[in-house]
C-alpha cells in the first residue's frame, strides 16, 4: 500500500513489492499468485477501509444532515487516499478490481464485487432514510443514489485533478452548495436543507 500511494500504481510491480517489504519474488507469488492477486488485495483493503469511513459517522434524526456529513467523510477519504480511491474508482481501474460493471440504477451495485457492493448500501440507506422522512421525493432509491453518488464523485474527481485547488475550496464552495440545490430539487425546502448542512457543519468542524 505504500507503494501504491506513494508511487501511484504503475509503479506497482512483484519486484518492487518484494524490494518494499524485503523479501523475495517467490515469496510475492507463493503469497498472492501474481500481481492480480496483489491487486485484489489492495482493492479489498482499499474498498474495506472507505466503507469504514462511509459508515462510521452517527445517525441523527436529520437524514440530510447525516448524508452531508457522509459527502463530507466520502471527499475527506478521496483526498486523504487518491491511489487508493482511483483505484476503486477510477476509469482506468484494473479489470480485476471493477469486475463487471452494471447499471447501478436497475442492480443495486456499481459490479459484480461484494466489497463494492457494501460501500454502495451504505448510500442507499442513507437515500433509503431521506425518502422515508419525507425530506426528498422517491423518484426511486436506486435512481437517487447513482443522483447523489455523481454529484459527490464528480466534484471529488475535479478536486484530485486540482481544478478546486488546496484550499478546501472544493468542499465549501462546489459540493457543499451543489448538493443543497441537489436536494432542494428532489423536494426539500431550501431553508431545511441549508440548516442541516450548518447542522453537519458543526459535526466536522468538532472532529477536526
Known sequence: MRILERDGLQALSVRSLAAEVGTSTMAVYTHFGGMTGVIDAL????????TRVLTD???????????????AAYRA?????PQRYQLIFGT?????????????TSTGSANDRAEQAESFEA??????????????????ELNVAGR??????????????????HEGHGLTHVLAPLTVDCVVGMGDARADTVQSLASAGEVLARSR
Not at 459517522?57 to 452531508?68: G, M, S
Not at 477519504?77 to 487516499?81: D, M, R, S
Not at 482506468?92 to 447501478?104: C, E, L, Y
Not at 464523485?153 to 475535479?158: I, T
Open 123 to 140: 448510500l442507499r440507506h442513507a437515500v433509503r432514510r431521506m425518502i422515508a422522512s419525507g425530506r426528498i421525493r422517491d423518484d426511486g
Open 148 to 165: 447523489l453518488w455523481s454529484l459527490v464523485h464528480g466534484a471529488v474527481m475535479l478536486e484530485l485533478a486540482g481544478f478546486f485547488g
Open 57 to 71: 459517522a452517527e445517525q441523527t434524526d436529520d437524514p440530510v444532515r447525516d448524508f452531508f456529513v457522509m459527502g
Open 92 to 104: 482506468t481501474s484494473p479489470a480485476s478490481v471493477v469486475g463487471q460493471r452494471t447499471d447501478v
Open 43 to 50: 482493492a479489498d483493503e482499499a474498498f474495506a477501509r472507505f
Open 77 to 81: 477519504f478521496a483526498l486523504a487516499n
